[in-house]
């Protein structure tokens, strides 16, 4: 415990064995509050610790605890703000941390640590911020460069200067800069969550990154960042279970870090299709941190999915509040149409999205196109693929490599079936047929049941039931017909109807579950502002 009284702090320190429940070493520091002996204190505690474990400190270790950052008392106080700020994980906390780290960088200009730490708070304010503020790169790179050349030996400099390779996209140089960061020091805890991050995110190299993450673990169990990001990287190799075993212990440990509940709702709704709780936890998310706007069109999604029209288009109208222009606007704009049943206005804007999207966004194309088969113009599909992607008709992409040039190449070999084309279509049909049976059917990523579609053009509908059943078996759990996930000509099988039958009763079982939620106060309510 730490306790202030005027110029003069005492702080309590205990060591317990948590498995036997027996205390190890307790001491007691009193000192004249100044920041040398607030880092006198930090660097007795550390190595009063390490020689009870009798742990052997290295060189780096030890110049690392004794390092005194700055002399300066109201410069120290508002980097600690700062870092509570950060903690949050949140816009607002990102926000509020910048102009803490210039408040301690005006007091001190020579605060190597404060530059740095300004730097990663750009970074993230950047990511996080519904504005597009490429000028915290600018003004990112400044502060690295101010702190690397007050200290070419700070730990975090390089992270943060291994963040600012990253979002330029040189991933070389940021794996480099990483590297350097945790080899000057390696309890930079902060640092080797980014790298094991940026193995998996930016990389691709998810088990190397999961490696990195265990070994925090190892030593610091209870740290919500650590499970939170290993349990995204779980998610991407698809062991569910155990994310979820990690997301909710991040939870346990923090029930106010924000960052948790959006990728822990991710998971459920995306992957798992458990729409209720996915609703909990992003309306959870929002509350903690309601600039975060684009968690809002995920939010109108899992209450569409689930069959909450009134509370879908409640949620599409305050994310378009925010983002009132681009791809992810119009979705949104498209979806409150198809959910008010506006047939005019959304003809409008399909048309304008095609103006304004076809060849530059391949996901919004995958869109438009099963739009132009459901409304039974697939002669548009193939003028849009023939226009802007050719090299399906030459061979390649390999559609097996890349989700959505699979979903293209569906779209497409669906239009030259249905317009009498097939002799055109068998080479590429035959490489989507040779694909299918691995491919991924979750959302976002995966087909969930596009290749229906495919199946149905070819006059095999037992084969297009067989995907609907395969999409079934991992979970998938959306209203087939309002969502016009499948040709229209399934919706008199009876084999489909007993299975959306079965889908429509599953939905209205969460909807009850969301009303038993909402009654007990477990579904947080909508923010009228920040909540700090």
Same mark, same amino acid.
């Given at each position: 415990?730490?306790?202030?009284?005027?110029?003069?702090?005492?702080?309590?320190?205990?060591?317990?064995?948590?498995?036997?429940?027996?205390?190890?070493?307790?001491?007691?520091?009193?000192?004249? #509050?100044?920041?040398?002996?607030?880092?006198?204190?930090?660097?007795?505690?550390? #190595?009063?610790?390490?020689?009870?474990?009798?742990?052997?400190?290295?060189?780096?270790?030890?110049?690392?605890?004794?390092?005194?950052?700055? +002399?300066?008392?109201?410069?120290?106080?508002?980097?600690?703000?700062?870092?509570?700020?950060?903690?949050?994980?949140?816009?607002?906390?990102?926000?509020?941390?910048?102009?803490?780290?210039?408040?301690?960088?005006?007091?001190?200009?020579?605060?190597?640590?404060?530059?740095?730490?300004?730097?990663?708070?750009?970074?993230?304010?950047?990511?996080?911020?519904?504005?597009?503020?490429?000028?915290?790169?600018?003004?990112?790179?400044?502060?690295?460069?101010?702190?690397?050349?007050?200290?070419?030996?700070?730990?975090?400099?390089?992270?943060?200067?291994?963040?600012?390779?990253?979002?330029?996209?040189?991933?070389?140089?940021?794996?480099?800069?990483?590297?350097?960061?945790?080899?000057?020091?390696?309890?930079?805890?902060?640092?080797?969550?980014?790298?094991?991050?940026?193995?998996?995110?930016?990389?691709?190299?998810?088990?190397?990154?999961?490696?990195?993450?265990?070994?925090?673990?190892?030593?610091?169990?209870?740290?919500?960042?650590?499970?939170?990001?290993?349990?995204?990287?779980?998610?991407?190799?698809?062991?569910?279970?155990?994310?979820?075993?990690?997301?909710?212990?991040?939870?346990?440990?923090?029930?106010?870090?924000?960052?948790?509940?959006?990728?822990?709702?991710?998971?459920?709704?995306?992957? #798992?299709?458990?729409?209720?709780?996915?609703?909990?936890?992003?309306?959870?998310?929002?509350?903690?941190?309601?600039?975060?706007?684009?968690? #809002?069109?995920?939010?109108?999604?899992?209450?569409?999915?689930?069959?909450?029209?009134?509370?879908?288009?409640?949620?599409?109208?305050?994310?378009?509040?925010?983002?009132?222009?681009?791809?992810?606007?119009?979705?949104?704009?498209?979806?409150?149409?198809?959910?008010?049943?506006?047939?005019?206005?959304?003809?409008?804007?399909?048309?304008?999205?095609?103006?304004?999207?076809?060849?530059?966004?391949?996901?919004?194309?995958?869109?438009?196109?099963?739009?132009?088969?459901?409304?039974?113009?697939?002669?548009?599909?193939?003028?849009?693929? +023939?226009?802007?992607?050719?090299?399906?008709?030459?061979?390649?992409?390999?559609?097996?490599?890349?989700?959505?040039?699979?979903?293209?190449?569906?779209?497409?070999?669906?239009?030259?079936?249905?317009?009498?084309?097939?002799?055109?279509?068998?080479?590429?049909?035959?490489?989507?047929?040779?694909?299918?049976?691995?491919?991924?059917?979750?959302?976002?990523?995966?087909?969930?049941?596009?290749?229906?579609?495919?199946?149905?053009?070819?006059?095999?509908?037992? +084969?297009?039931?067989?995907?609907?059943?395969?999409?079934?078996?991992?979970?998938?759990?959306?209203?087939?017909?309002?969502?016009?996930?499948?040709?229209?000509?399934?919706?008199?099988?009876?084999?489909?109807?007993?299975?959306?039958?079965?889908?429509?009763?599953?939905?209205?079982?969460?909807?009850?579950?969301?009303?038993?939620?909402?009654?007990?106060?477990?579904?947080?309510?909508?923010?009228?502002?920040?909540?700090?």
């Amino acid at each position: 415990g730490v306790q202030r009284a005027g110029e003069q702090v005492r702080i309590n320190v205990q060591m317990i064995d948590v498995a036997k429940d027996e205390h190890i070493w307790a001491e007691t520091y009193t000192r004249e #509050l100044n920041a040398e002996n607030v880092f006198a204190i930090q660097s007795e505690i550390a #190595l009063a610790v390490a020689t009870t474990l009798r742990a052997v400190l290295t060189q780096e270790e030890r110049r690392v605890i004794a390092r005194v950052p700055t +002399q300066n008392m109201s410069a120290l106080e508002a980097f600690f703000r700062g870092r509570v700020s950060v903690a949050l994980g949140t816009t607002q906390g990102y926000a509020d941390a910048i102009e803490h780290y210039r408040e301690a960088v005006r007091l001190d200009p020579e605060f190597a640590e404060a530059y740095a730490q300004l730097c990663l708070a750009l970074l993230e304010h950047r990511i996080f911020s519904s504005q597009q503020l490429d000028e915290n790169l600018v003004l990112a790179e400044l502060a690295v460069r101010k702190a690397l050349s007050l200290d070419p030996e700070l730990s975090s400099a390089y992270e943060a200067q291994a963040m600012l390779e990253r979002d330029k996209g040189n991933n070389a140089a940021a794996e480099a800069a990483y590297q350097r960061a945790i080899e000057l020091n390696p309890g930079n805890i902060d640092a080797i969550n980014m790298y094991g991050w940026f193995k998996s995110e930016w990389l691709g190299q998810y088990e190397q990154a999961l490696a990195i993450f265990d070994t925090v673990n190892a030593y610091d169990p209870q740290n919500p960042i650590t499970l939170t990001v290993t349990g995204q990287v779980l998610t991407q190799l698809e062991r569910f279970d155990e994310a979820l075993v990690h997301f909710r212990a991040a939870i346990d440990s923090d029930l106010d870090y924000a960052e948790v509940y959006r990728v822990y709702g991710a998971l459920l709704s995306q992957k #798992l299709y458990q729409h209720d709780e996915a609703i909990k936890a992003w309306r959870r998310f929002y509350f903690l941190d309601p600039d975060t706007s684009f968690n #809002l069109l995920d939010l109108a999604t899992a209450y569409d999915d689930v069959g909450l029209k009134e509370e879908a288009i409640q949620f599409n109208e305050l994310y378009l509040q925010s983002f009132d222009d681009g791809a992810q606007a119009d979705v949104a704009r498209l979806r409150t149409h198809l959910l008010r049943g506006e047939d005019e206005q959304l003809k409008v804007l399909l048309a304008d999205m095609a103006d304004r999207y076809s060849g530059k966004i391949r996901w919004v194309d995958v869109m438009l196109s099963t739009f132009d088969l459901f409304d039974g113009r697939p002669e548009l599909v193939i003028e849009r693929v +023939q226009t802007h992607y050719p090299e399906l008709d030459l061979g390649g992409p390999e559609v097996a490599s890349i989700p959505e040039w699979l979903e293209l190449a569906l779209v497409y070999a669906t239009a030259m079936h249905l317009t009498g084309q097939e002799d055109r279509a068998t080479p590429l049909t035959e490489k989507i047929l040779e694909v299918l049976p691995t491919a991924n059917r979750h959302r976002w990523g995966g087909v969930q049941t596009l290749d229906t579609w495919l199946h149905v053009a070819m006059g095999n509908d037992e +084969q297009a039931i067989e995907s609907i059943r395969a999409w079934r078996e991992i979970g998938g759990r959306i209203d087939l017909r309002t969502h016009r996930l499948v040709p229209p000509s399934l919706y008199d099988n009876p084999k489909f109807q007993r299975i959306n039958g079965e889908i429509l009763e599953e939905l209205k079982a969460q909807r009850e579950s969301l009303a038993r939620m909402k009654a007990a106060g477990e579904i947080a309510p909508i923010p009228e502002k920040p909540v700090y």
